[in-house]
């Protein structure tokens, strides 16, 4: 039973340079999200999913783009790193499906990304 | 639109002693609420969730939090410190999104310090 899983686990990037963090979850949820952590302001959302075919988003989109072509993916890309993306990025899922707001979330194990 | 207040950034205590995270919310829905607890460099877990039913929910870890509609309030407590509890506490709140499902908000996180 996996859960959720995250690759990379640590990535370096390039100013301008671009990039995939994968995300994956193999118990069947219907929302899934991406958040960043950063010192003294918690985990803030980037993107959500509803379901497959279907994102919004969050508080901090700008910079990152998402889709969502299956239940169980949800990758989230940088087009032109900045070293203000410079942060731990957090993958989450849960059963939640349009009505249902009462499941938690599960989470990945994080990606520290570093943009130079 | 929703948000999370967690009133302390940091807060400590002694060994034996009651502790008390405090978190403010605003929702224009009737939200689920929930703590999440991070011990260093691990990704986070569950500690409770309010989702309507009993306003005093009870949950791992000896921790328990009461929600107070009128107060706007979902605080965190703990008759008894334990040095393993030392870790970041958020507190989060489920709303309604703008494609018909549930987003997910944290709080900016309370680390609590436990002294021997």
């Known amino acids: 039973n996996a859960g959720v899983t995250q690759t990379p686990k640590f990535q370096v990037l390039k100013t301008g340079q671009s990039m995939t963090l994968q995300c994956a979850q193999d118990?069947?949820?219907?929302?899934m999200s991406w958040y960043r952590q950063d010192p003294g302001m918690g985990l803030r959302l980037i993107h959500y999913?509803?379901?497959?075919?279907?994102?919004d988003q969050g508080e901090v989109p700008n910079g990152y783009n998402v889709s969502r072509s299956t239940t169980e993916d949800f990758p989230l890309r940088l087009l032109s790193a900045a070293p203000s993306q410079t942060s731990v990025y957090f993958c989450?899922?849960?059963?939640?499906?349009?009505?249902?707001?009462?499941?938690?979330?599960?989470f990945g194990n994080g990606t520290r990304l570093t943009v130079t | 639109a929703q948000s999370v207040t967690q009133l302390d950034s940091h807060v400590s205590v002694s060994e034996g002693t009651p502790v008390l995270l405090r978190c403010n919310y605003s929702?224009?829905?009737?939200?689920?609420l929930f703590w999440y607890v991070q011990h260093p460099n691990k990704g986070l877990q569950l500690l409770l969730k309010?989702?309507?039913?009993?306003?005093l929910v009870k949950g791992i870890n000896g921790f328990e939090a009461e929600f107070k509609k009128s107060e706007t309030s979902f605080h965190l407590t703990k008759p008894s410190a334990h040095m393993s509890d030392a870790a970041e506490y958020f507190c989060?709140?489920?709303?309604?999104?703008?494609?018909?499902?549930?987003?997910?908000?944290f709080g900016a996180g309370t680390r609590l310090f436990v002294k021997a």
């Open positions: 989450a899922s849960s059963y939640s499906g349009p009505g249902n707001r009462n499941s938690p979330l599960h």
């Open positions: 118990m069947n949820h219907e929302y």
């Open positions: 999913s509803v379901g497959a075919g279907i994102t």
């Open positions: 929702s224009s829905y009737s939200p689920s």
């Open positions: 309010y989702t309507s039913a009993a306003t």
């Open positions: 989060v709140v489920s709303d309604m999104g703008n494609t018909g499902g549930f987003k997910t908000i």
